[in-house]
């Protein structure tokens, strides 16, 4: 937890600095809601996204998404499903001003993992399996800037990860912060 305050501190630092530049450092705390078939098998997710972008002009940004979520199963206790996606990700911003509204776009790869244990006649059976699989998730959002190189980045997107058998897909809400460098 130290180490993650004093990174949240230098990037912070390293914003105000050096000034509302064309790289911004993105941090985000995030719930996913499971639809589909995920949704009748897990709950609610929560996770963390890192994002790092290029402004190609104001209004054009591409650069990196990253993260972790994870969903515990509807009706099996230890049984868990995370993801880490690696995504190429475009954004694009309209108007001027502190309210910045955008549309996101990201493609990429998923990497899924599914881990479970559970108990026969007193006999504990566990393990896990993992596979990266082609996925693109697309939203809209707002950056709310509380200072030129500082910002609030609160989104909606929708993902879809193409799994073998059927898509896995989910709505992400979320909320954090956009530090320019």
């Known amino acids: 937890m130290k180490k993650i305050l004093v990174i949240l501190f230098v990037l912070m630092f390293a914003g105000f600095t050096f000034g509302q530049g064309k790289m911004a450092i ?11 078939d995920f949704g009748d098998a ?23 998404n990253t993260g972790y979520q994870t969903w515990s199963a509807t009706n099996y206790d230890n049984y868990t499903s995370s993801s880490i996606p690696v995504l190429a990700a475009f954004k694009y911003s309209f108007g001027k001003g502190s309210f910045l509204p955008y549309l996101a776009l990201g493609v990429g790869g998923y990497y899924s993992m599914v881990s479970y244990e559970y108990t026969i006649l007193g ?33 909606v997107k929708f993902s879809n990860i193409f799994s073998e058998g059927s898509s896995t897909n989910f709505i992400d809400i979320n909320a954090g912060v956009l530090v320019g460098i």
Not at 26 to 33: E, F, K, P, R, S
């Open 123 to 155: 006999v504990t059976y566990s393990g896990d399996d993992s596979e990266f699989n082609f996925g693109v998730n697309g939203g809209l959002g707002f950056v709310y800037q509380t200072s030129p190189s500082l910002g609030i980045d609160v989104g």
């Open 42 to 64: 897990y709950d609610m997710g929560f996770g963390g996204l890192l994002s790092f972008y290029y402004n190609v002009n104001p209004n054009i940004g591409i650069g990196l």
């Open 26 to 36: 993105g941090i985000q705390g995030n719930l996913a809601i499971p639809m589909g």
